[in-house]
């Protein structure tokens, strides 16, 4: 009887040790079963907005649960303007990742053709992506394409310029010719201004070799300067604003970091958030949403940006409410 016992209380145990420890086991199995998603992020180039762009994307993963180094593995490309680097670059990331990110319409173009219709290609901020021939239309992209789009609120960023300078008559507009987002940014402001029955002056640069000599002669003909979601004008923002200040002209920009660059002030959606509802977006593509059927989503909410030390040296006066939203919902760079 006692070995019965015993044995029946040996048995026991041995069950309550399988019972527990299987589970344990056996999550630890499927943990380690997880695939590591590769995750290839393409820059066309560095200036401060495409780079909030950048850790907008991670950000938004992040929150969704992808964590670089655990359960997602991001490989980062920069081809820092050169767009003969475009290509292979966007070929390395096609060839080896499960999912790919466009920073500026470049990196995404050349995303687009390096990859096979297989592997997801999220766009990253990208403006007016149906023009640019990357997706069929932004309701229904088609393919393997989708993504977060920002299309500056244009009408508000006129009426910042209007209400800073009421007597400007000469708006100059300043653009890149091989930047298909900036061209339609411009493009698209040149009639509003024309429509407030004002003069639009377009100026054009090829790259930013270009700014110091097209933005001189563009300061001493207009009354105020407008630079669009551009990024050959993001990244020459500096010699745009020095040449406007010996000139003593104000520089409004589109994007919230050219404002802390040097432009006098903004209406301008947050970078970081186009990259964040990128990565939103993607997450939803990794857990089995189809691109083809997933629209483009957009970031429409702006806010006012002021630069105050360029306010005081060309001695303009902020209108009380802008200002006062500025210091409540959006920012005021000292």
């Known amino acids: 009887m006692k070995r019965i016992t015993a044995f029946i209380s040996a048995l026991i145990i041995f069950l309550g040790v399988v019972f527990f420890t299987q589970p344990a086991q056996n999550a630890d199995k499927n943990l380690a ?10 820059q066309i180039m560095s200036h401060p907005a495409l780079d909030q762009i950048h850790q907008g994307i991670l950000t938004g993963l992040k929150e969704e649960g992808y964590r670089n180094g655990k359960n997602i593995k991001v490989e980062f490309q920069n081809a820092q303007g050169d767009q003969s680097n475009l290509k292979t670059m966007a070929q390395q990331l096609a060839d080896h990742d499960d999912i790919l990110f466009g920073i500026a319409t470049p990196a995404a173009q050349a995303l687009v053709n390096a990859a096979d219709k297989s592997t997801p290609v999220m766009l990253a901020g990208i403006t007016d992506p149906a023009s640019s021939g990357l997706v069929k239309s932004e309701k229904h992209p088609g393919g393997n394409v989708t993504g977060s789009s920002g299309d500056s609120p244009l009408s508000k960023q006129l009426k910042v310029i209007q209400e800073i300078m009421p007597h400007a008559k000469k708006i100059g507009i300043i653009y890149t010719s091989s930047d298909a987002g900036g061209q339609s940014n411009a493009r698209k402001f040149k009639r509003l201004v024309e429509k ?92 089995g949403k189809k691109p083809a059927n997933y629209p483009v989503e957009f970031v429409v909410k702006g806010k006012y940006v002021i630069n105050q030390a360029q306010v005081k040296k060309l001695h303009l006066q902020i209108p009380e409410k802008i200002m006062e939203q500025a210091q409540k919902n959006g920012k005021v760079v000292k």
């Open 196 to 287: 407030a029955v004002l003069e639009p002056k377009m100026y054009t640069i090829s790259n930013t070799n270009d700014m110091q000599q097209i933005s001189q002669r563009m300061a001493g003909q207009v009354d105020a300067i407008y630079a669009p979601q551009d990024n050959g004008v993001a990244s020459a923002m500096k010699t745009l604003v020095n040449n406007a200040n010996q000139a003593n002209k104000p520089v409004f920009p589109a994007a919230d970091t050219m404002v802390k660059d040097g432009g006098t002030a903004a209406y301008a959606i947050d970078q970081h958030d186009l990259g964040r509802l990128a990565g939103h977006m993607a997450a939803k593509v990794l857990q």
């Open 33 to 42: 079963s997880q695939k590591v998603i590769k995750v290839g992020i393409l």
